[in-house]
T-cell receptor, first 111, second 111 residues
Framework: RKEVEQDPGPFNVPEGATVAFNCTYSNSASQSFFWYRQDCRKEPKLLMSVYSSGNEDGRFTAQLNRASQYISLLIRDSKLSDSATYLCVVNGYSSASKIIFGSGTRLSIRP | ETGVTQSPTHLIKTRGQQVTLRCSSQSGHNTVSWYQQALGQGPQFIFQYYREEENGRGNFPPRFSGLQFPNYSSELNVNALELDDSALYLC??????????FGSGTRLTVV
């Protein structure tokens, strides 16, 4: 089982739609969780951290469910510029690995 | 505040050769992590350096090695290059465990 698993997509949704991604992680000792965004042939960039209480940043909402070991990202009123790959990232806090990336979910917003 | 810079941006090497990739960390960051990202995959953790010491290693063979210098810049060395080493190599710096900032990467092609 992979340490961090994501649905690879692609998700193809119309502009203005609401879209949600989930990500599961295997290490119950994981401490920190993030969503990164990666545009084609670019480096990943931090989108938002994910807190136990859930957090919101404009159209983006991230939630953490420690009991079920998953995190989610909700994008409301999607824009064309939201088209990218969204990477789920978990801080492993183990000696063998540090932050661990999921394989990413591709999102394509159509006009 | 300067970001993370990597050099070179692109590189073509022949199978069996050796390569050195370089990374200058963001000002104030003492931790550098290296990742390999194959096309269509999420970044895979290679290793991390904290204050010039290796501080965790992923599932990569010993021919992948690294260094961190007193100014916290870092090098990734790969010996005996194989075709499967062709990938985007990402360097990320951080202050401790959170808030990773990525460089734009080095795209390595092995022929």
């Amino acid at each position: 089982r992979k340490e961090v698993e994501q649905d690879p997509g692609p998700f193809n949704v119309p502009e203005g739609a609401t879209v949600a991604f989930n990500c599961t992680y295997s290490n119950s000792a994981s401490q920190s969780f993030f969503w990164y965004r990666q545009d084609c042939r670019k480096e990943p960039k931090l989108l938002m951290s994910v807190y136990s209480s859930g957090n919101e940043d404009g159209r983006f909402t991230a939630q953490l469910n420690r009991a079920s070991q998953y995190i989610s990202l909700l994008i409301r009123d999607s824009k064309l510029s939201d088209s990218a790959t969204y990477l789920c990232v978990v801080n492993g806090y183990s000696s063998a690995s540090k932050i661990i990336f999921g394989s990413g979910t591709r999102l394509s917003i159509r006009p | 505040e300067t970001g993370v810079t990597q050099s070179p941006t692109h590189l073509i090497k022949t199978r069996g050769q050796q390569v050195t990739l370089r990374c200058s960390s963001q000002s104030g960051h003492n931790t550098v992590s290296w990742y390999q990202q194959a096309l269509g995959q999420g970044p895979q953790f290679i290793f991390q350096y904290y204050r010039e010491e290796e501080n965790g290693r992923g599932n990569f063979p010993p021919r992948f090695s690294g260094l961190q210098f007193p100014n916290y810049s870092s090098e990734l060395n790969v010996n005996a290059l194989e075709l499967d080493d062709s990938a985007l190599y990402l360097c990320a710096s951080s202050l401790g465990a959170d808030g990773y900032t990525f460089g734009s990467g080095t795209r390595l092609t092995v022929v």
